[in-house]
């Protein structure tokens, strides 16, 4: 399966992206549509994976924090396309851009069940984070860029 990895432009890119996010990070805990976006939508480089059929089947984004760091926000991947390597193919997107913006470090705030995918990636807990949606523990975690 050949996929597409893009920075979304176009009206439609845009809806696919939005719509996976809040798919995947939002739906599932009945919170609205409104919530997917927030005040950091335009310091970000949003990252959108289509597959074949210009289906959304991944997608993050990486907000450009003050003090040249990175944070890695909206992490998402298509129920049935999980554990097939697309986030990691998301986060060396992500990695790299941050690399060309001469970047110090990546931050991400990762739920309870995405620890060990960033850990796998080179991120370390660097301490407790908060609680979405009062359920969802997440963990404050770092990567260094070289």
Not at 58 to 79: K, T
Not at 85 to 107: D, V, W
Request: glycine residues 6%; negative net charge; proline residues 3%.
């Amino acid at each position: 399966m050949g996929y597409i990895i893009l920075e979304p432009g176009t009206e439609d890119e845009l809806e696919k992206y939005f719509n996976l996010r809040y798919e995947i990070l939002r739906k599932p805990w009945n919170q609205p549509m409104s919530s997917t976006k927030d005040e950091w939508e335009d310091k970000s480089i949003h990252v959108l994976m289509v597959d074949e059929n210009n289906e959304a089947v991944a997608c993050g984004r990486l907000q450009l924090n003050p003090n040249e760091e990175g944070q890695i926000r909206s992490m998402a991947v298509r129920d049935d396309m999980q554990g097939k390597g697309l986030g990691t193919k998301i986060i060396e997107y992500i990695e790299a851009k941050a690399m060309e913006l001469k970047l110090k470090n990546i931050t991400l705030d990762a739920r309870i069940n995405a620890v060990k995918f960033y850990e796998k990636n080179g991120y370390v807990i660097v301490g407790e984070s908060y609680l979405l949606f009062g359920v969802i523990p997440h963990f404050k975690m770092e990567k260094i860029l070289e």
